[in-house]
């Protein structure tokens, strides 16, 4: 690992005048110059000791005053601070009530160890696990090369939709029940207002850039997630399927969130995490949960219907059975 200067920040303000750039923009441009944000740590330093980032400054903003709180409005949305940590969120008792597939997504990620350090912030900007993005010895499409070596490579763990250029997927599960949620990143530059931008917004596609896997700039931070509030008739579910129970990243991962009138699905929300490179939400399964009585036969037909569009590749055809088991089974763990 490279040797580096640490910058404490004191405030939202200090930390975005001392950072220069995103570690994305570091890994595919390599200036050796970067000064960069830290919070947690935990795939920061990954991709340090990895080679694969070499920043000259880290900005610690992980002391910034405020930025780690859980609080609900008066009209009971909530804002989880960019440095609240996933075993704060796990912990917290209206979260557990209100968004279960949340509470379930973060008590599912990673390990106990590392959802002390890992917080919300850097889990939605963490970068993804490809093990040939990964290796130092692959410039792959994410790092600025040509080529996606997964493609015809080990792709065991890799996209089966959206998979036309980088197959990776994105790393970060506990997006997969935020998504369904509709909750809204929370970012600023420190000059103008904060923004709120949906969680499909904020992930980029790398169609549109296989170097960034999010719309953050290097003067932008984030300052927390938005989420809106949610009636005693919306009820949720997530499952994680991992290689292993703990310490692994998501093979297939699902949150249903739907809106309950009796047994009917009024409105659905079925997002699919580890099938594509970006967290996914699921139309053609959302539109055939709604407006329909919910049973084992329409849970079958939704699940059937989120892969519809799945195109494996050599090694990952299993994911569509997975998928489709878990994608019944929360839905049915719902009614
Ligand atoms: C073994 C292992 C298993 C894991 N399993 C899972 C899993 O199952 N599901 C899952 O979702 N995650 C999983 N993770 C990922 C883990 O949750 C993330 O590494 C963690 O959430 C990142 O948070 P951090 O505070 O440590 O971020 P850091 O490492 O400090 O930062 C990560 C990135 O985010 C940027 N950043 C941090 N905070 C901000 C901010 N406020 N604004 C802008 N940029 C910011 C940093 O510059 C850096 O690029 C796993 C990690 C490990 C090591």
Known sequence: MNRFKWYEAKSVEDALEQVNSTVSNEVASRTGNAAVFKAGGTDLLDLMKEGLVEPKTIVHIGNIPGMREITADLDESVRIGANVTLAEIEEHAYIRDRYLALHQAVASAATPQLRNMATIGGNLAQRTRCWYFRSIDHKCLRKGGDTCFARRGENENHAIMNNGTCVSVHASSVSTALMA???????????????????????????????????????????????????????????????????????????????????????????LGAAAPTPLRSRPAERTLTGKQVSASVAVEAATAAMERARPLSQNAYKIPLFEAIIREAIMEIV
């Open 181 to 271: 949620f509709d909750a809204e990143v929370i970012i600023t530059d420190g000059k103008g207002e904060e923004k709120r931008v949906p969680m499909e917004e904020f992930f980029v596609s790398p169609g549109e850039d296989a170097t960034t896997e999010n719309i953050l700039r290097a003067n932008e931070i984030i300052t927390g997630v938005y989420l809106p509030p949610v009636k005693d008739s919306r009820k949720s579910y997530y499952i994680k399927q991992g290689p292993r129970k703990s310490y692994d990243w998501s093979i297939a991962d699902v949150a249903v969130v739907m809106e309950m009138q009796g047994s009917k699905c009024t409105e659905a929300r079925v997002v």
